[in-house]
């Protein structure tokens, strides 16, 4: 099993940048496909971006295309994800999970198997 720690959310207003780290333990993240997933109250948790495992495009929700960037430092165990152009519907709960040895590109919450505890980002207009 793997543990999973986010960081990096905040408070901030309509157009600002955030960086969310994940530190990653127990085991090395080449063998997980990894995602970045968000929930807001009373909606369901939402698929941001995941990086598959063994290498291919990393994915982006729409809503994020062109704003957020994933990556992931293999040396450090990490993935982060930067937030720029923050918008006040981008305000929810970040979660950091994992997915060991699922192909292709996972988008679904079934499919990973640990989660971090979340962080919080709030976008005020």
């Known amino acids: 099993q793997v543990q999973l720690v986010e960081s990096g959310g905040g408070l901030v207003q309509a157009g600002a940048s955030l960086r969310l780290s994940c530190a990653v333990s127990?085991?090395?993240?080449?063998?997980?496909?990894m995602g970045w997933f968000r929930q807001s109250p009373g909606l369901e948790r939402e698929l941001v971006s995941l990086i598959p495992w063994g290498g291919g495009s990393t994915y982006y929700a729409d809503f994020v295309k062109g704003r957020f960037t994933m990556s992931r430092d293999y040396a450090a165990n990490m993935v982060y994800l930067q937030m720029n152009a923050l918008q006040p519907e981008d305000t929810a709960v970040y979660y950091c999970a994992a997915a060991r040895g699922i192909s292709g590109v996972p988008k679904t919450t079934a499919a990973y198997n640990d989660w971090g505890q979340g962080t919080q980002v709030t976008v005020s207009s």
């Open positions: 127990g085991s090395q993240i080449s063998a997980y496909a």
